[in-house]
Structure formats: structure tokens, C-alpha cells
């Protein structure tokens, strides 16, 4: 009964530093040990996600346009950064930026030892919400009364029988009405 309910977040980030797969009897345990690995995996990877959403300032305009990090290694004390370029003319010329990329790259972690290693690949950029364009929004001109059409309009309500009040709302709507009649005659339909 126990396992039919939904794991919150943090269980499921547990289980996976733990190491433990989802058939295992779940234990409630205060403090968790990890093991130094699964820390080291999730350490390089929150990295390359902030040197991803960073790369233009990292690599500079000429080869961040052409180039993204695809893979973030650590070995030896050192940060072995592989990163993507599209095809071979731009992978030649990347090459002569290596030392630059990598002193960048460093500045980045905090001064930490970087090698940096290129290749043809995919380039797969961080996907962004799309900003919308504001509306076209269609508005009409007011229409204008004049008192005079008003209060003629009223006289033709009031020997009708109805109220000076209610005469001079319903002699507003009538010309309102019949002008913007007359303005969808002489306008062109929008689509």
C-alpha cells in the first residue's frame, strides 16, 4: 500500500543518488549516505547547465553562435569539456580559439583546471519561451452626437408616449447605431 502513492521530488532525487531502482522497498532513513559518485555526476551536471546558459558570454560572439557544450567530464583533477561545432570549417577555426575558450571557461568555474576538446555534432540549444507580439488590436472612432440630433431624436420618442428619460437613451443608441451602419458601408471589410 505503501508504494501506491506518487514520490515527491527530493525521493526521487534520493533514489537516484542513492543508486537505488524503483522495485526496492522504500525505507524511511534520516540521513541518507550517498555515494561520492552520484555527487560528483549531479556536481558536473548542474555545471554544465550554468556554462550552457551562459555560453555567450563564456565563448564570445564569433565561435557562441556556431558552437555549444555537449559533454562535462571530470578526470584527474580537471574539467574535460567537449564541446559541439556544426562541420569542419568552423571545428579548424575553433581550434585556434582553444586557449582563449579554455582561459574563459576557467574564469567561469572559479579558476578551475579546463581542457577543452572539439567535435562535429548536433548543436542543441536551451530552448527559451517565445515572447509574443503584442496584438493587433482594431479599435473604431467614438461616434459623436451632436445635441441638436439628439433632441430631435428625443421630440420623435416623446410623441411616441415613452418617458423624457428613456427618450433621450433610446435617441443616443438609435444615432449611434445608424452611424456606425453608414461607417460599415462606406469601409472595406477586414479579413
Do not use: H
Not at 522504500?26 to 561520492?36: I, L, N, V
Not at 549531479?42 to 555537449?70: D, H, I, M, Y
Not at 507580439?133 to 439628439?150: C, F, G, K, L, T
Not at 408616449?161 to 447605431?177: F, K, T, W
Amino acid at each position: 500500500m505503501e508504494q501506491d502513492f506518487a514520490k515527491s521530488a527530493g525521493e526521487v532525487v534520493e533514489a537516484a543518488l542513492v543508486g537505488r531502482t524503483g522495485g526496492e522497498p522504500r525505507k524511511k532513513t534520516r540521513g541518507a549516505r550517498y555515494k561520492p559518485e552520484y555527487w560528483n555526476l549531479l556536481n558536473l551536471s548542474v555545471k554544465l547547465c550554468g556554462l550552457t546558459e551562459n555560453w555567450r558570454a563564456v565563448a564570445g560572439e564569433p565561435l557562441a553562435s556556431r558552437s555549444a557544450p555537449a559533454v562535462c567530464e571530470e578526470a584527474e583533477g580537471r574539467l574535460l569539456i567537449t564541446v559541439n561545432v556544426p562541420d569542419q570549417m568552423v571545428l579548424s577555426s575553433a581550434r585556434f580559439r582553444k586557449a582563449r575558450l579554455e582561459r574563459g571557461i576557467s574564469a567561469f568555474f572559479g579558476g578551475a583546471a579546463v581542457s577543452v576538446d572539439f567535435r562535429v555534432g548536433p548543436i542543441l540549444r536551451q530552448a527559451r519561451p517565445a515572447r509574443s507580439a503584442p496584438q493587433q488590436v482594431y479599435r473604431r472612432a467614438p461616434v459623436v452626437n451632436s445635441e441638436e440630433e439628439i433632441a430631435e431624436r428625443e421630440k420623435f420618442f416623446i410623441e411616441g408616449g415613452v418617458s423624457p428619460e428613456l427618450a433621450s437613451s433610446m435617441a443616443r443608441v438609435m444615432l449611434s447605431l445608424e452611424k456606425l451602419s453608414n461607417r460599415k458601408k462606406r469601409l472595406p471589410q477586414r479579413p
